[in-house]
């Protein structure tokens, strides 16, 4: 089974808008991370935002927020007020076991976001 | 610049031809992680470093690939009688894992594009 599920190959956006990136796991590791990374066309990945398993709250970076749905599985990012520099690959990843462990990244397939003017 | 950095950003080469890859991790940092990323999908697990041992290998490292990290800072990849499949992008990624209340999260490098030919 897949860890990391992005079921949006590609998304449009209206610039200004508020758009929702979708992200399922699985895991059977009550520790885990969640993270989601932006690549844009010249290819470096660049870290966005985390979600810890034990962490009560949704996760917040600026306009970018996580809406963590643990009984769901689910890990969602949101990105208010879309901007035109917002347009690129967005993947999820998941870290199985703890912070200190410092375990490899699983990677969904990404999803490709394209804001619109 | 004190990010991750990889050296070539591009390579092309022959079929069974050798080539290898070096990255520079962000000077602090204990552990070093390569992915392979195709075009199309997420990035892809392949080894990681913690200081100069490397510590897990996916089976996507066939006996082909090789990897080091001699004095715990930059790392090789070396991938021997290239093969059209290894067409791809290779990321080095490195963390400081161990610091309290961090979450360890990974800064890529620009990544190599590999060609074969």
């Known amino acids: 089974a897949q860890k990391i599920t992005q079921t949006q190959p590609g998304m449009f956006v209206q610039e200004k808008e508020a758009v929702t990136l979708d992200c399922t796991y699985d895991?059977?590791?009550?520790?885990?991370?969640l993270f989601w990374y932006k690549q844009p066309s010249s290819g470096e990945m660049i870290f966005l935002i985390y979600?810890?398993?034990?962490?009560?709250q949704n996760a917040t970076e600026g306009r970018y927020s996580l809406n963590f749905q643990k009984a769901r599985k689910s890990a969602n990012l949101v990105i208010s007020a879309s901007q035109l520099g917002d347009s690129a690959m967005y993947f999820c990843?998941?870290?199985?076991?703890?912070?200190?462990?410092?375990?490899?990244?699983?990677f969904g397939g990404g999803t490709r976001l394209m804001v619109k003017p | 610049d004190t990010g991750v950095s990889q050296d070539p950003r591009h390579k092309i080469t022959k079929r069974g031809q050798n080539v290898t890859f070096r990255c520079d991790p962000i000077?602090?940092?204990?552990?070093l992680y390569w992915y392979r990323q195709t075009l199309g999908q997420g990035p892809e697990f392949l080894t990681y470093f913690q200081n100069e041992a490397q510590l897990e290998k996916s089976r996507l490292l066939s006996d082909r690939f090789s990897a080091e990290r001699p004095k715990g800072s930059f790392s090789t990849l070396e991938i021997q009688r290239t093969e059209q499949g290894d067409s791809a992008m290779y990321l080095c990624a490195s963390s400081l894992v161990g610091t309290r209340g961090s979450y360890n999260e990974q800064f890529f490098g620009p990544g190599t594009r590999l060609t074969v030919l």
């Open positions: 000077s602090e940092h204990n552990r």
């Open positions: 990843a998941m870290r199985e076991g703890p912070n200190n462990a410092g375990n490899m990244l699983t």
């Open positions: 979600q810890g398993s034990y962490d009560q």
């Open positions: 895991t059977s590791d009550p520790s885990y991370g």
